[in-house]
């Protein structure tokens, strides 16, 4: 059942319009039900959760009597971003995730965000689905604000992903949509996983069934599911590296993502095609796992080339 989440007027008797899909029980009922929203399209360059959001629904529907509780699938919070291809709201230059929890008093970017926190909070558990953007690749992951880290590591284990990263209080900006919920007691789940403008198949379909394994354990779905994955968990900034380029050039990847690599392995090299030369090697500065990778070739120097999970962590917990 399509309905209206909010909306608001544009120029030329327009409006912009941010949808939901409700899917209820085949009897209808909803009183004292549990409820699972999955939001995606707050960046309009950020395309992986579109998958999901289709995959998901089809996936229930084929099994409707199994549904016991609330699904609301919210497929684009920045419409104008998805149709134009920008990450943030097209013509305001403004990055949506920055407006939360928004004021519906405010102007009409500022009353959006209010009409979508009014909608959504009060979920038992909110999936908040990103892509990285065009110049990386991300392992399937969740990352979590230490200071709600206590009930949101307990349900991103059993989200199928490969990574939890537990990130300092410092790091995260507080206009977020996620922490803005997190903060009144919604729980958000921020996925990040894939890459920009792209669609990664098979990382929405490993993230498809994280959510129903979600949902059974919520008691929102009786259908079989299949056993998640372990997730490695990171809460200490010492335990990931950061890969900077050296030099400006053409990155070309020695290995595959995802990848566990020796102290010393290459990564990758980047070469001058101008003159035919390898400018620099970017080498793994320590064991462990490979899980952010360049993935747009034209770097300069400085550009992050990827990103590495200390072998020690390496653990499936």
């Given at each position: 059942m399509v309905e209206l989440v909010t909306s608001v007027g544009?120029?030329?008797?327009?409006?912009?319009?941010?949808?939901?899909?409700?899917?209820?029980?085949?009897?209808?009922?909803?009183?004292?039900?549990k409820r699972i929203s999955v939001v995606t399209g707050i960046h309009g360059d950020e395309l992986e959760g579109q998958y999901v959001c289709y995959?998901?629904?089809?996936?229930?529907?084929?099994?409707?009597?199994?549904?016991?509780?609330?699904v609301d699938?919210?497929?684009?919070?920045?419409?104008?971003g998805i149709d134009s291809i920008t990450r943030g709201i097209p013509a305001f230059d403004l990055d949506m995730n920055r407006l939360f929890p928004g004021n519906i008093d405010g102007n009409m970017t500022e009353y959006l965000a209010a009409g979508i926190m009014e909608d959504v909070q009060g979920s038992?558990?909110?999936?908040?689905?990103?892509?990285?953007?065009?110049?990386?690749?991300?392992?399937?992951?969740?990352?979590?604000?230490?200071?709600?880290?206590?009930?949101?590591?307990?349900?991103a284990k059993?989200?199928?992903?490969?990574?939890i990263w537990v990130h300092g209080a410092s790091t995260?900006?507080?206009?977020?949509?996620?922490?803005?919920?997190?903060s009144i007691g919604t729980p958000v789940l921020v996925v990040e996983m894939g890459v920009g403008m792209r669609l990664t198949q098979e990382y929405g379909d490993q993230m498809v069934e994280g959510i129903l394994n979600?949902?059974?354990?919520?008691?929102?779905?009786?259908?079989?599911?299949?056993e998640v994955r372990r997730p490695m968990i990171s809460k200490n900034p010492d335990d990931v590296s950061y890969?900077?380029?050296?030099?400006?050039?053409?990155?070309v990847p020695a290995v595959k993502h995802g990848a566990r690599l020796a102290e010393g392995e290459l990564i990758g090299r980047i070469v001058d095609p101008l003159c035919g030369k390898i400018l620099d090697e970017v080498r793994a500065p320590h064991a462990g796992l490979l899980f952010t990778i360049r993935d747009y070739p034209i770097v300069d120097e400085g550009s992050l080339m990827g990103r590495i999970l200390k072998e020690e962590v390496c653990i499936y917990e």
């Open positions: 544009l120029p030329i008797d327009e409006k912009l319009m941010i949808k939901k899909n409700r899917i209820l029980p085949s009897n209808g009922k909803t009183e004292g039900m995959e998901l629904q089809r996936r229930i529907e084929l099994q409707k009597e199994m549904l016991c509780g609330i699938i919210y497929p684009a919070m920045n419409p104008l038992d558990c909110v999936l908040d689905i990103h892509a990285s953007n065009i110049y990386l690749t991300e392992i399937p992951q969740i990352r979590i604000n230490e200071l709600h880290a206590d009930f949101l590591v307990p349900l059993e989200a199928n992903v490969d990574f995260v900006l507080e206009a977020t949509f996620a922490h803005s919920l997190n979600l949902m059974s354990k919520l008691g929102i779905w009786k259908g079989e599911v299949k890969l900077n380029a050296t030099a400006s050039g053409l990155f």
